[in-house]
């Protein structure tokens, strides 16, 4: 009896040792990838991966914390900033990049707002993986579909911008590839892909947009996908990522399959109506 009870604790133990080796080496690597791999968003990136991989392992939650910024987007009427530095726009109509214009116009609004929605989406791994500590929701998962976001940017607008309101985001983001040359849209990117979709046929539906009918339009009618947002001088505006866990309680609650992923860009005022919890990013 001893002796099978001895041989089941080192059992145990070399299980929980492979654990812990494991967590310390995808820490490591996490944390190397991130420091080597220089800009903001990619740390971003490494750290958010770092955390889905971690979460799937026995004991992994909250070991990791993600490393990623809100980003803060201001438009003048000559320039843009983000996070307080000038940014560099590439001006579809000049076709060349410019730090400084002669008014601001829908091209130039639509361009930042675009790449910061792509940004978003692939700061969160393209809604691909599971990225968030599943623990607090087990409780809201057996009765609702919470939603959690994640706060990507807040966009605002200066007095000094005379020109307004701005419109037609959706089309830009249709019309225009990622990366001049390239065969992929703004739109194809973070709408087409194939993220993690459990309440939405995927294909043929498209659950970017199934997801805006049925979560956003239906609560506000006056809100579409060709329309949202109409950017005004005197409101302010997010990019979010958002989780959605799934509608019916299953019997492994913690399955992986168990949410939806989107990305969008929505009025300020809205995100009370689309997020039962909001989170900043971790890094200032």
């Not at 990619?42 to 971690?54: F, G, L």
């Not at 008014?103 to 969160?124: M, P, S």
């Not at 001088?233 to 309680?249: H, L, P, Q, S, T």
Request: overall charge neutral; glycine content about 4%; charged content about 20%.
């Amino acid at each position: 009896m001893k002796a099978k009870l001895k041989k089941a604790m080192i059992s145990e133990l070399v299980i929980v040792i492979v654990v812990v080796l494991t967590l310390v080496l995808v820490v490591f690597v996490g944390q190397l990838r991130a420091g080597f791999e220089g800009t903001d968003r990619d740390i971003c990136k490494s750290s958010v991966s770092a955390q889905a991989t971690v979460m799937n392992l026995p004991y992994g939650e909250g070991i990791l914390q993600t490393k990623c910024k809100t980003y803060n987007v201001v438009f003048f009427d000559g320039r843009v900033e983000i996070n307080g530095k000038r940014q560099s726009i590439y001006d579809v109509n000049k076709k060349q990049v410019v730090t400084n214009f002669n008014g601001l116009t829908n091209d130039i609004v639509n361009q930042v707002v675009a790449e910061e929605l792509r940004w978003c989406w692939y700061q969160y791994l393209e809604g691909k993986k599971y990225v968030f500590n599943r623990q607090p929701w087990i409780a809201i998962l057996k009765t609702k579909q919470p939603r959690f976001c994640v706060l990507c940017d807040e966009i605002s607008f200066d007095s000094s911008v005379v020109a307004f309101p701005f419109t037609g985001l959706y089309d830009y983001t249709k019309m225009h590839d990622i990366n001049p040359g390239s065969s992929k849209t703004y739109y194809s990117y973070y709408a087409e892909g194939e993220p993690i979709c459990t309440d939405y046929p995927n294909p043929p539906i498209n659950c970017w947009e199934s997801y805006f009918a049925d979560q956003i339009t239906s609560k506000n009618p006056s809100l579409t996908p060709q329309n949202t947002p109409t950017f005004n001088r005197d409101e302010k505006y997010a990019v979010v990522f958002i989780m959605r866990g799934k509608k019916d309680a299953k019997a492994d609650i913690l399955s992986e399959s168990d949410a939806d992923f989107f990305s969008y860009v929505l009025p300020f005022s809205e995100l009370s109506n689309q997020c039962d919890s909001l989170r900043r990013g971790s890094v200032s």
